[in-house]
Structures are given as C-alpha cells and as structure tokens.
C-alpha cells in the first residue's frame, strides 16, 4: 500500500500550522496541553521539526498568545466602531471581551505561562491593547483618559472572570455571569455620565457668539470621546 506524501510547507506556513494546532489544544485541553510534541502531532510534524521553528516551547506559547492578542483586539475594535455607529449592542463588546480570555483560553495561557516563569506573557496582549486604545481615543484632549481607564476596568474584570469568575459567583450565591453584567453596567454608567454631562453643559440660550460654540465642542467632546463607546 502506497502512503500519501506528506506535503512540504515553508518555514511560515509551518509556523502557520502549528499556532493553529496550539490554539486547539489550549481550547480542547488547557494551557498544559500546548507541547510541542503534542503540537507536532497534531500537524503531522516531528519534535525536532518544531524545534527548529520554535527554539523552546516558551516560544511556542509565545507566538500563540501574540496571535491570539491580535486576533482579539481585532475583532473588539471592529465590534467598537459598529457600537459608536449604532450597528451593534455594546453588551457584544463585553461578550466577545469576557470570551477572549475565558472561552477563547487567552487569560489561562498568560497565567499559566507567568507561573511556569515566563514573567513577559503578558507584553503581547498588553501591546495590542495600547495599540487599539490610542486607536480608539484619537482625537481625545491631552491628558483625558476615560477610554484607558474603561479597558483597564474591562480586560481586569475579564481577565479575573476566565480565572475564577465561576466558583467566585457560585461561592457568592450569584449567577455565575455576573461580572459580565457588572462590567457592562460600568461602561454604560461611564456613558451615561458623559451624555448628562454635556446636556449640562449646553445651554445655547444663554450663550451667544463664540462663548456658545466653544460650549458646543466641549458638549460634543463629552457625549462623543469620553468612553470606548
């Protein structure tokens, strides 16, 4: 019986291939599972082979979560836009936010490679966030930090939900989503704080000429660039 040649793949492709089989191993079986034995396995590949891309299976980990870094805040900062445009329900950017690091294995990983000594697992999930903020509050005045402060809150209250959300809530006698719920609630409450501040603030009647536009950009400024949504 004839065996079918195994295909030859560049040195990218891979690469390519074996972050795809490390990011189903950590979803299918854990942090613990993303071996490069295990990996090699997986894509038809020899130890050796995944060595000789990798160097160890730190780096392996590595290419992982910087992928799944950009990946993340991808599909967040598209969901964003789509909220500020009125085309989605801001609950979906917490959704997807809270998934990311729990469903999707981002929060075990980094944690689990910050405990097995890799104290520089969180730089590239750190990185593609700053990058999607300063995306995200361009425009903002000089020294406003309202969105950095509401994707700290966020990723935080994310980060902790995929660690120990579940048993936290159960042993609290709360549904074990709440925190989801919480985190939406302050985005919103941030939000919401903006609106009234700028309707406070507008009072076109009893300002005139520049006084009364200058009123105008600080009342848009304050409904429009004061949180992520």
Excluded: Y
């Excluded at 989605?88 to 405990?115: C, H, N, Q, Y």
Aim: glycine share 8%; charged share 20%; net charge negative.
């Amino acid at each position: 019986m004839t065996s079918t040649p195994r295909k030859r793949l560049s040195p990218t492709e891979s690469r390519e291939a074996a972050v795809e089989a490390a990011r189903a191993l950590l979803v299918e079986s854990g942090p613990s599972a993303v071996t490069l034995k295990a990996v090699a396995g997986r894509i038809g590949r020899t130890h050796a082979n995944l060595l000789h891309h990798f160097g160890s299976a730190e780096a392996l980990h590595t290419a992982l979560i910087t992928r799944m870094a950009a990946d993340i805040v991808g599909t967040i900062g598209a969901a964003v836009l789509r909220v500020r445009a009125g085309e989605l329900d801001p609950r979906e950017v917490v959704e997807m936010t809270f998934d990311a690091f729990g469903k999707g294995g981002a929060g075990a990983l980094a944690s689990w490679m910050i405990l097995s000594g890799n104290t520089n697992a969180l730089d590239p999930i750190l990185t593609a966030i700053h990058d999607l903020v300063d995306e995200l509050a361009e425009g903002d005045m000089p020294g406003d930090q309202p969105i950095q402060e509401q994707t700290l809150t966020l990723v935080l209250m994310a980060l902790g939900d995929a660690l120990m959300g579940a048993p936290m809530a159960r042993a609290l006698g709360l549904p074990v989503g709440k925190a989801r719920e919480l985190a939406l609630d302050a985005l919103l409450a941030s939000k919401d704080a903006a609106t009234l501040l700028a309707a406070d603030t507008l009072e076109p009647e009893s300002k005139s000429g520049a006084e009364s536009q200058r009123v105008e950009i600080f009342a848009n400024f304050a409904m429009g660039r004061r949180c992520i949504f």
